[in-house]
């Protein structure tokens, strides 16, 4: 099975991840504009009604593509429960132990039911007994301390949360773009 392949735009910077067939057929359109990663997949296409050969596509694990695909640039990455609890690397971040995605929940620090919004920055991991013991009060309301500031991950710590599979030469990849943009930032 190919894993997802990791998407840039022409100028290097992070897409998406998209399915190995999207990336075979952008080989076909010649779209692909240059490959990083050391990985690369063989896919057999089909049978050339003419000569009778079949054709293969060699893909890249990392591939930049020369297209109008919309990069995740402006607003928030989609916030999901899966990638909140990477996030928080599936802690409670009130009484700090580790458990299963089942038996996690989304905690709002300020509750919804009091203007609170469904946002990175509102919303932590808890183990359903935090999250019932913290009720519809802030966590200083209710005597319970975070142990992390929430955040909303950047493009780089997005892509590594959204894929449950990433190769090696793509997590160096997003790992790089990562410390890139934090350097810049502290600048």
């Not at 067939?21 to 690369?40: D, F, N």
């Not at 995740?72 to 700090?96: A, H, I, K």
């Not at 946002?119 to 802030?138: G, H, L």
Request: positive net charge.
């Amino acid at each position: 099975m190919i894993p997802a392949i990791l998407k840039l735009d022409a100028g290097g910077l992070p897409v998406g991840w998209i399915h190995w067939q999207t990336a075979a057929t952008l080989y076909a359109r010649k779209r692909v504009c240059w490959e990083a990663g050391e990985e690369r997949f063989a896919v057999a296409g089909g049978i050339n009604a003419r000569t009778g050969e079949r054709s293969f596509f060699e893909l890249g694990s990392i591939i930049a593509v020369a297209d109008r695909s919309k990069r995740y640039s402006q607003g928030e990455p989609l916030l999901t429960n899966r990638t909140l609890f990477q996030r928080d690397q599936n802690l409670c971040l009130y009484c700090g132990d580790e458990f299963h995605n089942g038996e996690l929940t989304r905690d709002h620090i300020v509750p919804v039911s009091r203007g609170g919004e469904n946002t990175w920055e509102n919303c932590v991991t808890a183990c359903r007994d935090c999250n019932q013991a913290k009720d519809a009060r802030t966590p200083e309301e209710a005597g319970m301390k975070l142990l992390a500031v929430p955040y909303t991950p950047n493009l780089a710590e997005y892509l590594i949360l959204q894929n449950r599979r990433i190769l090696a030469d793509q997590m160096e990849f997003l790992k790089s773009f990562a410390r890139k943009k934090a350097q810049a930032a502290r600048r």
